[in-house]
Protein backbone atom coordinates (compact mmCIF):
# COMPACT_ATOMS: atom_id res chain seq x y z
CA UNK A 1 0.00 0.00 0.00
CA UNK A 2 2.69 2.73 0.96
CA UNK A 3 4.52 2.05 -2.04
CA UNK A 4 1.61 2.97 -4.01
CA UNK A 5 0.64 6.23 -2.37
CA UNK A 6 4.44 6.80 -2.94
CA UNK A 7 3.61 6.33 -6.62
CA UNK A 8 0.78 8.33 -6.41
CA UNK A 9 2.14 11.31 -4.35
CA UNK A 10 5.30 11.48 -7.26
CA UNK A 11 2.98 11.13 -9.86
CA UNK A 12 0.76 13.94 -8.98
CA UNK A 13 3.94 16.15 -8.11
CA UNK A 14 5.32 15.32 -11.71
CA UNK A 15 1.95 16.24 -12.84
CA UNK A 16 2.06 19.93 -10.98
CA UNK A 17 5.63 20.34 -12.59
CA UNK A 18 4.51 20.05 -15.66
CA UNK A 19 2.39 23.15 -15.78
CA UNK A 20 3.74 26.89 -15.66
CA UNK A 21 5.70 28.55 -14.21
CA UNK A 22 8.12 25.85 -14.20
CA UNK A 23 6.10 23.94 -17.68
CA UNK A 24 8.52 20.40 -17.55
CA UNK A 25 5.97 19.09 -19.77
CA UNK A 26 7.37 15.67 -20.51
CA UNK A 27 6.24 15.07 -16.64
CA UNK A 28 2.87 14.95 -17.86
CA UNK A 29 3.31 12.01 -19.03
CA UNK A 30 5.43 10.59 -16.32
CA UNK A 31 2.94 11.70 -13.50
CA UNK A 32 0.02 9.78 -15.75
CA UNK A 33 2.20 6.72 -15.92
CA UNK A 34 3.51 6.48 -12.06
CA UNK A 35 -0.69 7.06 -11.10
CA UNK A 36 -1.06 4.18 -13.73
CA UNK A 37 1.38 2.10 -12.33
CA UNK A 38 0.23 2.92 -8.61
CA UNK A 39 -3.34 1.39 -9.42
CA UNK A 40 -2.49 -1.19 -11.51
CA UNK A 41 -3.51 -4.69 -9.72
CA UNK A 42 -5.12 -2.15 -6.74
CA UNK A 43 -8.79 -2.51 -5.16
CA UNK A 44 -11.08 -0.21 -6.07
CA UNK A 45 -10.76 1.25 -2.81
CA UNK A 46 -7.04 1.18 -2.94
CA UNK A 47 -7.04 3.11 -6.77
CA UNK A 48 -9.47 5.64 -5.21
CA UNK A 49 -6.96 6.64 -2.49
CA UNK A 50 -4.18 6.45 -4.88
CA UNK A 51 -6.16 8.79 -6.84
CA UNK A 52 -7.01 11.01 -3.95
CA UNK A 53 -3.31 11.16 -3.24
CA UNK A 54 -2.24 11.83 -6.57
CA UNK A 55 -4.55 15.04 -7.22
CA UNK A 56 -4.06 16.54 -4.07
CA UNK A 57 -0.20 16.18 -4.74
CA UNK A 58 -0.71 17.75 -8.08
CA UNK A 59 -3.89 20.59 -7.49
CA UNK A 60 -2.78 21.85 -4.22
CA UNK A 61 0.77 23.58 -5.66
CA UNK A 62 -1.00 24.11 -8.97
CA UNK A 63 -3.93 26.01 -7.39
CA UNK A 64 -2.04 27.79 -4.26
CA UNK A 65 -2.67 31.11 -6.22
CA UNK A 66 -6.44 31.12 -5.37
CA UNK A 67 -5.93 31.82 -1.90
CA UNK A 68 -3.03 34.34 -1.98
CA UNK A 69 -5.07 37.04 -0.73
CA UNK A 70 -8.11 35.61 0.64
CA UNK A 71 -6.76 32.76 2.61
CA UNK A 72 -5.81 29.57 3.11
CA UNK A 73 -9.14 27.60 3.02
CA UNK A 74 -10.68 28.67 -0.17
CA UNK A 75 -7.16 26.91 -1.51
CA UNK A 76 -7.64 23.82 0.41
CA UNK A 77 -11.47 23.26 -0.56
CA UNK A 78 -10.89 23.96 -4.13
CA UNK A 79 -7.62 22.10 -4.57
CA UNK A 80 -9.61 18.69 -2.41
CA UNK A 81 -12.39 19.00 -4.63
CA UNK A 82 -10.62 18.89 -7.35
CA UNK A 83 -8.42 15.60 -6.28
CA UNK A 84 -11.38 13.99 -5.91
CA UNK A 85 -12.22 13.71 -9.38
CA UNK A 86 -8.93 11.98 -9.54
CA UNK A 87 -9.52 9.66 -7.12
CA UNK A 88 -12.45 8.36 -8.87
CA UNK A 89 -10.46 7.83 -11.65
CA UNK A 90 -7.81 5.95 -10.24
CA UNK A 91 -10.35 3.77 -8.71
CA UNK A 92 -11.78 3.53 -12.31
CA UNK A 93 -8.49 2.64 -13.82
CA UNK A 94 -7.83 -0.05 -10.72
CA UNK A 95 -10.84 -1.83 -11.70
CA UNK A 96 -10.21 -1.57 -16.06
CA UNK A 97 -6.42 -2.79 -15.13
CA UNK A 98 -7.57 -5.76 -13.14
CA UNK A 99 -10.55 -6.78 -14.57
CA UNK A 100 -10.93 -10.39 -16.33
CA UNK A 101 -10.27 -11.33 -19.91
CA UNK A 102 -12.65 -11.39 -22.66
CA UNK A 103 -11.72 -14.51 -25.29
CA UNK A 104 -14.14 -13.16 -27.99
CA UNK A 105 -12.62 -9.32 -27.80
CA UNK A 106 -9.59 -8.55 -30.01
CA UNK A 107 -6.03 -8.52 -27.15
CA UNK A 108 -5.57 -4.81 -28.10
CA UNK A 109 -8.83 -3.92 -27.33
CA UNK A 110 -9.31 -5.89 -24.18
CA UNK A 111 -5.68 -7.25 -22.78
CA UNK A 112 -5.33 -10.32 -20.78
CA UNK A 113 -5.61 -9.78 -17.62
CA UNK A 114 -2.27 -10.02 -15.28
CA UNK A 115 -3.49 -7.28 -13.90
CA UNK A 116 -1.86 -5.46 -16.91
CA UNK A 117 -1.15 -1.25 -17.50
CA UNK A 118 -4.21 -0.80 -20.34
CA UNK A 119 -2.74 2.47 -21.67
CA UNK A 120 -5.93 2.81 -24.05
CA UNK A 121 -8.66 2.69 -21.34
CA UNK A 122 -6.38 4.97 -18.94
CA UNK A 123 -6.25 7.61 -21.55
CA UNK A 124 -10.34 6.98 -22.44
CA UNK A 125 -10.83 8.15 -18.58
CA UNK A 126 -8.34 10.49 -17.88
CA UNK A 127 -10.32 11.75 -20.71
CA UNK A 128 -13.94 11.38 -18.78
CA UNK A 129 -12.45 12.90 -15.48
CA UNK A 130 -11.33 16.28 -17.64
CA UNK A 131 -14.98 16.43 -19.05
CA UNK A 132 -16.82 15.97 -15.95
CA UNK A 133 -14.80 18.41 -13.88
CA UNK A 134 -14.79 21.03 -16.04
CA UNK A 135 -18.50 20.68 -16.09
CA UNK A 136 -20.18 19.95 -12.67
CA UNK A 137 -20.54 21.40 -10.48
CA UNK A 138 -21.54 25.26 -11.01
CA UNK A 139 -20.48 24.82 -14.67
CA UNK A 140 -17.12 23.06 -13.36
CA UNK A 141 -13.40 24.05 -13.66
CA UNK A 142 -11.10 23.04 -16.34
CA UNK A 143 -7.89 24.11 -14.75
CA UNK A 144 -4.56 21.94 -14.98
CA UNK A 145 -5.97 19.81 -18.00
CA UNK A 146 -3.33 17.97 -19.27
CA UNK A 147 -3.54 19.65 -22.53
CA UNK A 148 -2.73 22.57 -20.39
CA UNK A 149 0.64 21.45 -19.83
CA UNK A 150 2.06 20.97 -23.52
CA UNK A 151 1.91 24.64 -24.57
CA UNK A 152 5.22 23.77 -25.33
CA UNK A 153 5.84 20.48 -26.53
CA UNK A 154 5.92 19.28 -29.98
CA UNK A 155 2.44 17.31 -29.12
CA UNK A 156 0.79 20.54 -28.64
CA UNK A 157 0.08 20.82 -32.87
CA UNK A 158 -1.89 17.92 -32.28
CA UNK A 159 -4.61 19.96 -30.74
CA UNK A 160 -6.33 21.01 -33.77
CA UNK A 161 -7.37 17.31 -34.03
CA UNK A 162 -10.20 17.01 -31.63
CA UNK A 163 -8.97 19.79 -29.42
CA UNK A 164 -7.91 19.79 -25.76
CA UNK A 165 -9.35 16.41 -24.87
CA UNK A 166 -8.01 14.82 -27.76
CA UNK A 167 -4.34 16.17 -26.55
CA UNK A 168 -5.44 15.29 -23.23
CA UNK A 169 -5.86 11.53 -24.33
CA UNK A 170 -2.61 12.05 -26.27
CA UNK A 171 -0.56 12.83 -23.44
CA UNK A 172 -2.41 10.03 -20.92
CA UNK A 173 -1.81 7.76 -23.81
CA UNK A 174 1.96 8.29 -24.07
CA UNK A 175 2.03 7.96 -19.74
CA UNK A 176 -0.43 4.68 -20.26
CA UNK A 177 2.20 2.81 -22.44
CA UNK A 178 5.15 4.54 -20.80
CA UNK A 179 3.96 2.68 -17.86
CA UNK A 180 3.06 -0.80 -19.75
CA UNK A 181 6.62 -0.79 -20.68
CA UNK A 182 7.96 0.06 -17.20
CA UNK A 183 5.56 -2.61 -16.34
CA UNK A 184 6.83 -5.42 -18.59
CA UNK A 185 10.86 -4.91 -17.44
CA UNK A 186 10.15 -4.43 -13.83
CA UNK A 187 7.02 -6.14 -13.12
CA UNK A 188 7.82 -5.73 -8.98
CA UNK A 189 7.44 -2.15 -9.28
CA UNK A 190 4.05 -1.96 -7.14
CA UNK A 191 4.96 -4.68 -4.87
CA UNK A 192 4.51 -7.65 -7.39
CA UNK A 193 6.47 -11.11 -7.06
CA UNK A 194 9.48 -11.63 -9.33
CA UNK A 195 8.26 -15.00 -10.83
CA UNK A 196 5.25 -12.42 -12.01
CA UNK A 197 7.94 -12.17 -14.86
CA UNK A 198 6.77 -14.78 -16.80
CA UNK A 199 3.83 -13.05 -17.58
CA UNK A 200 5.23 -10.42 -19.17
CA UNK A 201 8.65 -12.65 -21.05
CA UNK A 202 9.75 -12.01 -23.23
CA UNK A 203 10.26 -8.61 -21.89
CA UNK A 204 13.42 -9.03 -22.97
CA UNK A 205 12.88 -9.11 -26.83
CA UNK A 206 13.00 -6.48 -29.31
CA UNK A 207 8.49 -7.28 -29.11
CA UNK A 208 8.87 -5.55 -25.49
CA UNK A 209 10.12 -2.35 -27.50
CA UNK A 210 6.63 -1.44 -28.84
CA UNK A 211 5.89 1.09 -26.21
CA UNK A 212 8.89 3.26 -26.18
CA UNK A 213 9.03 3.13 -30.07
CA UNK A 214 5.08 4.45 -30.09
CA UNK A 215 6.19 7.30 -27.84
CA UNK A 216 8.70 8.12 -30.27
CA UNK A 217 7.00 7.53 -33.25
CA UNK A 218 3.97 9.76 -31.53
CA UNK A 219 6.16 12.90 -30.75
CA UNK A 220 7.82 13.00 -34.02
CA UNK A 221 4.98 12.55 -35.36
CA UNK A 222 3.94 15.66 -33.84
CA UNK A 223 6.51 17.61 -34.91
CA UNK A 224 5.96 17.83 -38.64
CA UNK A 225 2.41 17.93 -38.46
CA UNK A 226 1.21 21.14 -39.89
CA UNK A 227 0.10 23.89 -38.09
CA UNK A 228 -1.01 26.48 -40.96
CA UNK A 229 -0.07 30.30 -39.98
CA UNK A 230 -0.35 31.69 -43.27
CA UNK A 231 -3.35 34.65 -43.50
CA UNK A 232 -3.98 38.27 -44.03
CA UNK A 233 -2.57 40.44 -41.45
CA UNK A 234 -4.57 42.76 -38.99
CA UNK A 235 -2.48 45.42 -37.03
CA UNK A 236 -3.19 44.75 -33.48
CA UNK A 237 -2.38 46.82 -30.08
CA UNK A 238 -3.09 45.51 -26.98
CA UNK A 239 -3.00 47.51 -23.85
CA UNK A 240 -1.46 46.36 -20.60
CA UNK A 241 -2.15 49.53 -18.51
CA UNK A 242 -1.49 48.12 -14.64
CA UNK A 243 -2.93 48.57 -11.91
CA UNK A 244 -2.13 51.09 -8.55
CA UNK A 245 -2.79 48.48 -5.95
CA UNK A 246 -2.15 44.69 -6.16
CA UNK A 247 -4.61 42.12 -5.10
CA UNK A 248 -7.80 42.23 -4.03
CA UNK A 249 -8.30 46.17 -4.28
CA UNK A 250 -6.65 47.10 -6.88
CA UNK A 251 -9.65 48.58 -8.29
CA UNK A 252 -10.42 50.92 -4.64
CA UNK A 253 -8.36 53.95 -6.50
CA UNK A 254 -11.49 55.38 -8.26
CA UNK A 255 -10.66 55.89 -12.02
CA UNK A 256 -6.72 54.63 -11.71
CA UNK A 257 -7.09 51.86 -13.52
CA UNK A 258 -8.76 53.64 -16.25
CA UNK A 259 -6.46 56.60 -16.15
CA UNK A 260 -3.77 53.73 -16.54
CA UNK A 261 -5.10 52.14 -19.59
CA UNK A 262 -5.59 55.79 -20.93
CA UNK A 263 -2.21 56.82 -20.16
CA UNK A 264 -0.49 53.99 -21.78
CA UNK A 265 -3.03 54.31 -25.02
CA UNK A 266 -2.12 57.95 -25.41
CA UNK A 267 2.17 56.14 -25.23
CA UNK A 268 0.95 54.08 -28.15
CA UNK A 269 -1.04 56.78 -30.23
CA UNK A 270 2.42 58.77 -29.57
CA UNK A 271 4.66 55.82 -30.75
CA UNK A 272 2.59 55.38 -33.72
CA UNK A 273 3.04 59.10 -34.72
CA UNK A 274 6.90 58.67 -34.53
CA UNK A 275 6.74 55.39 -36.54
CA UNK A 276 8.58 53.02 -33.98
CA UNK A 277 5.05 50.80 -34.19
CA UNK A 278 2.23 50.77 -37.40
CA UNK A 279 -1.55 52.24 -36.91
CA UNK A 280 -3.12 49.57 -35.56
CA UNK A 281 -6.52 47.93 -37.47
CA UNK A 282 -7.66 47.54 -33.79
CA UNK A 283 -6.91 48.49 -29.88
CA UNK A 284 -7.19 45.98 -27.29
CA UNK A 285 -8.18 47.07 -23.22
CA UNK A 286 -7.98 43.89 -20.95
CA UNK A 287 -11.15 42.71 -18.45
CA UNK A 288 -12.13 45.65 -16.29
CA UNK A 289 -9.91 48.25 -17.79
CA UNK A 290 -12.17 50.70 -16.82
CA UNK A 291 -12.98 50.14 -13.39
CA UNK A 292 -16.33 52.45 -13.22
CA UNK A 293 -19.43 51.51 -15.40
CA UNK A 294 -18.50 54.39 -18.63
CA UNK A 295 -22.34 54.51 -19.69
CA UNK A 296 -23.11 55.77 -16.39
CA UNK A 297 -20.06 57.76 -15.53
CA UNK A 298 -20.13 60.75 -18.03
CA UNK A 299 -15.95 61.39 -17.21
CA UNK A 300 -15.00 57.67 -17.61
CA UNK A 301 -16.99 57.69 -21.22
CA UNK A 302 -14.96 60.51 -22.21
CA UNK A 303 -11.81 59.82 -21.18
CA UNK A 304 -12.72 56.44 -23.46
CA UNK A 305 -13.85 58.19 -26.65
CA UNK A 306 -10.62 60.45 -26.12
CA UNK A 307 -8.49 57.90 -25.75
CA UNK A 308 -10.58 56.00 -29.36
CA UNK A 309 -9.97 59.74 -31.17
CA UNK A 310 -6.14 59.41 -30.03
CA UNK A 311 -5.62 56.32 -31.25
CA UNK A 312 -7.68 56.44 -34.37
CA UNK A 313 -8.90 52.93 -34.10
CA UNK A 314 -11.75 50.86 -32.75
CA UNK A 315 -11.10 49.70 -29.53
CA UNK A 316 -12.05 47.23 -27.18
CA UNK A 317 -12.86 47.34 -23.43
CA UNK A 318 -13.10 45.55 -20.73
CA UNK A 319 -15.59 47.05 -17.75
CA UNK A 320 -18.05 46.37 -15.42
CA UNK A 321 -21.30 47.53 -15.79
CA UNK A 322 -24.02 48.60 -13.13
CA UNK A 323 -26.61 46.21 -14.63
CA UNK A 324 -29.06 44.64 -14.81
CA UNK A 325 -29.77 45.51 -10.71
CA UNK A 326 -28.85 44.27 -8.65
CA UNK A 327 -26.50 42.76 -10.23
CA UNK A 328 -23.51 43.95 -12.46
CA UNK A 329 -21.82 42.37 -15.94
CA UNK A 330 -18.39 41.57 -16.28
CA UNK A 331 -18.37 43.13 -20.25
CA UNK A 332 -16.61 43.67 -23.16
CA UNK A 333 -17.51 46.93 -24.69
CA UNK A 334 -16.87 47.53 -28.46
CA UNK A 335 -16.05 51.46 -29.66
CA UNK A 336 -15.71 52.58 -33.04
CA UNK A 337 -14.29 56.05 -33.59
CA UNK A 338 -16.90 58.78 -33.93
CA UNK A 339 -19.89 56.68 -32.99
CA UNK A 340 -18.83 55.27 -28.95
CA UNK A 341 -20.15 52.25 -28.49
CA UNK A 342 -21.45 49.75 -30.83
CA UNK A 343 -21.72 46.26 -29.64
CA UNK A 344 -20.66 44.83 -26.02
CA UNK A 345 -20.23 41.14 -24.72
CA UNK A 346 -21.33 39.61 -21.90
CA UNK A 347 -19.49 37.59 -20.18
CA UNK A 348 -21.26 33.77 -20.11
CA UNK A 349 -19.72 32.00 -17.34
CA UNK A 350 -19.23 34.22 -14.22
CA UNK A 351 -16.30 32.30 -11.81
CA UNK A 352 -18.53 30.85 -8.48
CA UNK A 353 -17.39 32.13 -5.07
CA UNK A 354 -15.34 34.96 -6.86
CA UNK A 355 -17.86 36.84 -9.70
CA UNK A 356 -20.98 35.38 -7.60
CA UNK A 357 -22.10 33.54 -4.38
CA UNK A 358 -24.00 30.37 -5.08
CA UNK A 359 -26.05 28.87 -1.62
CA UNK A 360 -24.40 32.03 0.54
CA UNK A 361 -26.15 31.36 3.67
CA UNK A 362 -25.16 27.58 3.68
CA UNK A 363 -21.54 28.32 2.70
CA UNK A 364 -21.57 30.79 5.39
CA UNK A 365 -21.22 28.45 7.93
CA UNK A 366 -17.63 26.98 6.66
CA UNK A 367 -16.17 31.21 5.90
CA UNK A 368 -17.35 34.93 6.55
CA UNK A 369 -14.85 35.12 3.25
CA UNK A 370 -18.13 34.45 1.32
CA UNK A 371 -19.27 38.05 2.10
CA UNK A 372 -16.26 39.53 0.76
CA UNK A 373 -18.30 39.30 -2.19
CA UNK A 374 -21.29 41.88 -2.21
CA UNK A 375 -22.75 41.97 -5.56
CA UNK A 376 -23.55 39.23 -8.07
CA UNK A 377 -22.15 38.95 -12.05
CA UNK A 378 -25.25 38.12 -14.02
CA UNK A 379 -24.47 35.30 -16.76
CA UNK A 380 -24.27 36.64 -20.34
CA UNK A 381 -26.55 34.92 -22.76
CA UNK A 382 -24.79 35.25 -26.24
CA UNK A 383 -21.86 33.97 -27.79
CA UNK A 384 -19.95 37.27 -28.45
CA UNK A 385 -18.69 38.10 -31.98
CA UNK A 386 -17.80 41.86 -32.83
CA UNK A 387 -17.77 43.03 -36.62
CA UNK A 388 -14.57 45.46 -36.68
CA UNK A 389 -14.43 47.34 -39.80
CA UNK A 390 -10.72 48.05 -40.53
CA UNK A 391 -9.02 49.93 -43.29
CA UNK A 392 -7.02 47.07 -45.17
CA UNK A 393 -9.00 43.66 -44.36
CA UNK A 394 -12.60 45.16 -44.54
CA UNK A 395 -14.51 43.89 -42.30
CA UNK A 396 -13.44 41.39 -39.41
CA UNK A 397 -14.94 39.15 -37.08
CA UNK A 398 -13.88 39.03 -33.68
CA UNK A 399 -14.83 36.83 -30.72
CA UNK A 400 -14.00 37.98 -27.37
CA UNK A 401 -13.57 35.78 -24.39
CA UNK A 402 -13.07 36.58 -20.91
CA UNK A 403 -10.50 35.37 -18.50
CA UNK A 404 -11.81 32.03 -17.09
CA UNK A 405 -13.99 31.61 -20.56
CA UNK A 406 -10.75 30.56 -22.10
CA UNK A 407 -10.61 27.20 -19.97
CA UNK A 408 -14.10 26.55 -21.22
CA UNK A 409 -14.31 24.44 -24.60
CA UNK A 410 -17.39 25.48 -25.84
CA UNK A 411 -17.27 29.39 -25.20
CA UNK A 412 -13.94 29.35 -27.51
CA UNK A 413 -15.13 27.51 -29.65
CA UNK A 414 -18.83 29.43 -30.42
CA UNK A 415 -17.40 32.37 -31.68
CA UNK A 416 -14.79 30.50 -34.16
CA UNK A 417 -17.91 28.25 -35.67
CA UNK A 418 -19.91 32.12 -35.62
CA UNK A 419 -17.39 33.02 -38.36
CA UNK A 420 -14.96 34.58 -35.80
CA UNK A 421 -11.41 35.64 -37.56
CA UNK A 422 -9.61 36.90 -34.22
CA UNK A 423 -9.91 35.72 -30.55
CA UNK A 424 -9.11 38.03 -27.69
CA UNK A 425 -8.88 37.03 -24.26
CA UNK A 426 -9.17 40.02 -21.87
CA UNK A 427 -8.34 38.98 -18.32
CA UNK A 428 -7.59 41.01 -14.46
CA UNK A 429 -4.96 39.25 -13.07
CA UNK A 430 -4.63 41.81 -10.33
CA UNK A 431 -6.09 39.51 -7.45
CA UNK A 432 -3.23 36.74 -8.39
CA UNK A 433 -0.12 38.44 -7.28
CA UNK A 434 3.47 37.29 -8.42
CA UNK A 435 1.92 33.48 -9.24
CA UNK A 436 1.61 31.20 -11.51
CA UNK A 437 -1.91 31.93 -12.54
CA UNK A 438 -0.96 33.99 -15.32
CA UNK A 439 1.61 31.93 -17.04
CA UNK A 440 -1.58 28.99 -16.81
CA UNK A 441 -3.79 31.69 -18.43
CA UNK A 442 -1.69 32.51 -21.19
CA UNK A 443 -0.12 28.57 -21.84
CA UNK A 444 -4.36 27.52 -22.13
CA UNK A 445 -4.51 30.73 -24.60
CA UNK A 446 -1.47 29.23 -26.92
CA UNK A 447 -3.47 25.84 -26.54
CA UNK A 448 -6.96 27.31 -27.56
CA UNK A 449 -4.95 29.35 -30.68
CA UNK A 450 -3.80 25.90 -31.81
CA UNK A 451 -7.09 23.74 -31.33
CA UNK A 452 -8.64 26.88 -33.45
CA UNK A 453 -6.44 27.90 -35.44
CA UNK A 454 -6.81 30.93 -34.89
CA UNK A 455 -4.21 34.05 -33.55
CA UNK A 456 -4.77 34.92 -30.16
CA UNK A 457 -4.51 38.38 -28.23
CA UNK A 458 -4.24 37.69 -24.31
CA UNK A 459 -4.18 40.66 -22.80
CA UNK A 460 -4.04 41.18 -18.94
CA UNK A 461 -3.93 44.33 -16.79
CA UNK A 462 -0.63 43.63 -15.48
CA UNK A 463 0.05 40.87 -17.35
CA UNK A 464 1.36 38.10 -18.43
CA UNK A 465 -0.33 39.26 -21.83
CA UNK A 466 0.97 38.56 -24.98
CA UNK A 467 0.07 38.01 -29.35
CA UNK A 468 -0.34 34.50 -29.82
CA UNK A 469 -0.12 33.30 -33.54
CA UNK A 470 -1.87 30.50 -34.72
CA UNK A 471 1.01 27.93 -34.06
CA UNK A 472 0.87 28.69 -30.20
CA UNK A 473 3.45 31.16 -30.33
CA UNK A 474 3.92 34.47 -27.45
CA UNK A 475 4.88 37.56 -29.73
CA UNK A 476 5.86 40.74 -27.82
CA UNK A 477 5.25 39.02 -24.50
CA UNK A 478 4.61 40.88 -21.20
CA UNK A 479 6.48 40.78 -17.91
CA UNK A 480 4.44 40.99 -14.55
CA UNK A 481 2.97 44.36 -13.02
CA UNK A 482 4.39 46.62 -16.13
CA UNK A 483 2.94 49.03 -18.41
CA UNK A 484 3.53 47.76 -22.00
CA UNK A 485 2.03 48.30 -25.17
CA UNK A 486 1.87 44.97 -27.51
CA UNK A 487 2.28 45.60 -30.76
CA UNK A 488 1.78 43.07 -33.98
CA UNK A 489 0.34 41.85 -37.31
CA UNK A 490 -1.73 38.91 -36.36
CA UNK A 491 -2.87 36.64 -39.00
CA UNK A 492 -6.43 36.20 -39.78
CA UNK A 493 -8.01 33.00 -40.51
CA UNK A 494 -11.62 31.70 -41.47
CA UNK A 495 -10.57 27.85 -42.13
CA UNK A 496 -12.25 25.55 -39.36
CA UNK A 497 -9.45 22.86 -38.05
CA UNK A 498 -10.67 19.42 -37.52
CA UNK A 499 -11.58 19.94 -33.88
CA UNK A 500 -13.86 22.27 -35.02
CA UNK A 501 -15.65 20.58 -37.11
CA UNK A 502 -15.92 17.61 -34.88
CA UNK A 503 -16.96 19.68 -31.87
CA UNK A 504 -17.80 18.04 -28.47
CA UNK A 505 -18.00 14.53 -30.03
CA UNK A 506 -14.27 13.38 -29.12
CA UNK A 507 -15.35 13.86 -25.38
CA UNK A 508 -19.22 12.33 -26.12
CA UNK A 509 -17.64 9.20 -27.50
CA UNK A 510 -15.36 9.10 -24.48
CA UNK A 511 -18.48 9.52 -22.51
CA UNK A 512 -19.90 6.16 -24.13
CA UNK A 513 -16.92 3.96 -24.64
CA UNK A 514 -15.66 4.34 -20.57
CA UNK A 515 -19.53 3.45 -20.10
CA UNK A 516 -18.88 0.29 -22.25
CA UNK A 517 -15.56 -0.36 -20.48
CA UNK A 518 -17.35 -0.63 -16.92
CA UNK A 519 -19.99 -3.03 -19.01
CA UNK A 520 -17.39 -5.31 -20.25
CA UNK A 521 -15.47 -5.64 -16.69
CA UNK A 522 -19.01 -6.49 -15.12
CA UNK A 523 -19.04 -8.80 -17.64
CA UNK A 524 -15.50 -10.49 -17.10
CA UNK A 525 -15.97 -10.33 -13.65
CA UNK A 526 -19.27 -12.61 -13.79
CA UNK A 527 -17.53 -15.04 -16.08
CA UNK A 528 -14.67 -15.16 -13.56
CA UNK A 529 -16.83 -15.93 -11.04
CA UNK A 530 -19.37 -18.23 -12.80
CA UNK A 531 -16.22 -20.40 -13.55
CA UNK A 532 -14.81 -20.55 -10.44
CA UNK A 533 -18.20 -21.92 -8.66
CA UNK A 534 -17.90 -24.01 -11.62
CA UNK A 535 -14.31 -25.28 -10.74
CA UNK A 536 -15.50 -26.05 -7.02
CA UNK A 537 -18.38 -27.94 -7.80
CA UNK A 538 -17.32 -30.38 -9.94
CA UNK A 539 -16.16 -33.69 -8.88
CA UNK A 540 -12.72 -33.24 -9.59
CA UNK A 541 -13.01 -29.85 -7.98
CA UNK A 542 -14.55 -30.88 -4.61
CA UNK A 543 -11.80 -33.53 -4.74
CA UNK A 544 -9.13 -30.88 -4.84
CA UNK A 545 -11.29 -29.11 -2.07
Not at 148 to 172: K, M
Not at 187 to 216: E, F, H, K, N, T
Request: aromatic fraction near 8%; charged fraction near 15%; include cysteine.
Amino acid sequence: MWRRLLLSAAGGLCLWLSFPTLGIWPLAVVGVALISLATCGARARVGFLCGLVGGAACFLPVLHWTGIYVGPLPWIALGVTESIYVAFLGLGIAILQSAAPLPWLPRWVWPASGPRVRPFWVALLWVVQEGVRSSVPFGGFPWARLAWSQSNSPLSHLASIAGAPGLTFVVALLGGVLAALVQRWAPGIVGGRRSDAAAYAPRRSLRALWPALAVVAVVAGSIWYPTPTSGKKLQVIGIQGNVPTIGLEFNAQRRAVLDDHARTTAKAAEMVRRGQIPAPDLVVWPENSSDIDPTRNPDAMTEILHAVAEVKAPLIVGAVLDEPAPDVSNTSLLYLPGQGIVARYVKQHPVPFAEYMPYRSFFRHFSSKVDLLTVNFTHGKKTGLFTIPTRSQGNVKVGPVICFEVAYDGLVRAPVEKGAQLLIVQTNNATFGRTAESEQQLAISRIRAIEHGRSVVHVSTVGVSGLITPDGVVHDRSSLFTSKVLSGAMPLRSSLTLADRLGNVPEHLAYALAVASFLLAAIGSRRRRTAVRADTTSPRGRQLV
